[in-house]
């Protein structure tokens, strides 16, 4: 039996290609080459460039190759854009995994792992944030993702479809160097770009509450987020019961300024960067507990800071892009 990534072209979606392969579990992919990369899928691994938002055809696709589920990772990414593209935003990530659930319906697949977001939290007003904190949306984006969540309980509940999705951060680094982020919006590719470009990166506030005045963050490695969705498409696979949702966090947050520091000193680019007024917007401090997915889907953090930093880096100078 196959599992499809939807979205298996991105970034983060070639890294759970990779996964699974690497697992032994065979996969297909369908992307609409947006953001994605058609070279980032595997050779070997079966491809298809539509848009999930054609149901007739995603049906098709599930039944050609058996698939008994989807790792559903495609969508419109850009919390900030999204605000100036809302309906855009709700096609590509609510129309879209509407579609792909009544593709799953059609074709029998019964299981899904949702790619979900940290952007469902919006500004959290604790510490540590769990699976039990409220969901406060403050995009299009992330409320285009809690909508998202919400269609495949109500799915689960009147068809019996086993599910999960799983929240994640910050996510960095590189599991090949050929597959880089390439977002305009992340902090990685954007200090990384600046150097390369011979420009001075910027921190966006130092007077927060945190020690060093700058924000807290959770940072993953998108290796290990990927293999976290191997493995709860494992767990449905055998039928097991999860939670609705799953944090993928650390515990234990980096600030940028410490980024920074750690860019330098991988990179061999010394630097000091910019001092900046905040972002509207921007809390102090965003990190999470990841307890229950370690407990269910054996999710654990296996980079450092550093290895994250050196394979992101790796990856910018591979690429040359």
Not at 159 to 176: C, E, M
Not at 229 to 238: F, G, I, P, R, S
Request: proline share 5%.
């Amino acid at each position: 039996m196959t599992w499809l990534v939807t979205g298996g072209a991105g970034y983060i979606g070639a890294h759970v290609v990779r996964a699974f392969t690497q697992a032994g579990i065979d996969v297909a992919v369908v992307d609409n080459l947006a953001s994605g990369i058609e070279s980032f899928v595997p050779e070997g691994v079966p491809f298809e460039q539509i848009s999930i938002l054609d149901t007739e055809r995603l049906t098709q696709v599930l039944r050609e190759h058996d698939c008994q589920g989807v790792v559903h990772v495609a969508g419109f990414k850009y919390a900030g854009v999204s605000v100036q593209r809302p309906l855009h935003t709700y096609s590509q990530n609510v129309t879209g995994t509407i579609s792909v659930l009544e593709a799953m319906a059609a074709a029998g697949a019964g299981s899904i792992v949702f790619s979900s977001s940290a952007a469902t939290y919006g500004t959290p007003s604790v510490d540590l944030v769990t699976e039990e904190t409220a969901t406060t949306p403050e995009s299009p984006y992330g409320e285009s993702k809690l909508i998202g969540e919400w269609l495949l309980a109500d799915q689960a509940r009147a068809t019996g479809l086993l599910h999960t999705s799983l929240r994640y951060f910050n996510v960095v680094g590189s599991g090949s160097p050929e597959l880089r982020d390439a977002s305009p919006h992340n902090l990685f590719p954007l200090v990384m770009d600046a150097l390369a470009e011979g420009r001075t990166p910027k921190i966006m506030g130092t007077d927060y509450d945190t020690p060093d005045g700058t924000c807290v963050r959770d940072y993953i490695h998108v290796s290990d987020l990927a293999e976290a969705h191997v493995n709860a498409a494992k767990a449905l696979a055998q039928g097991q019961q999860l939670q609705p949702v799953y944090n993928l966090g650390s515990g234990d947050g980096v600030s940028v300024r410490q980024i920074m520091d750690t860019i330098a000193a991988v990179t061999g680019i010394d630097f000091e960067p910019e001092l900046a007024d905040r972002r509207p917007g921007d809390p102090a401090r965003i990190v999470a507990s990841g307890e229950a997915a370690a407990r269910d889907l054996g999710w654990r953090m296996t980079h450092t800071l550093e290895e994250m930093v050196a394979s992101a880096w790796a990856a910018r100078k591979a690429t040359g892009a």
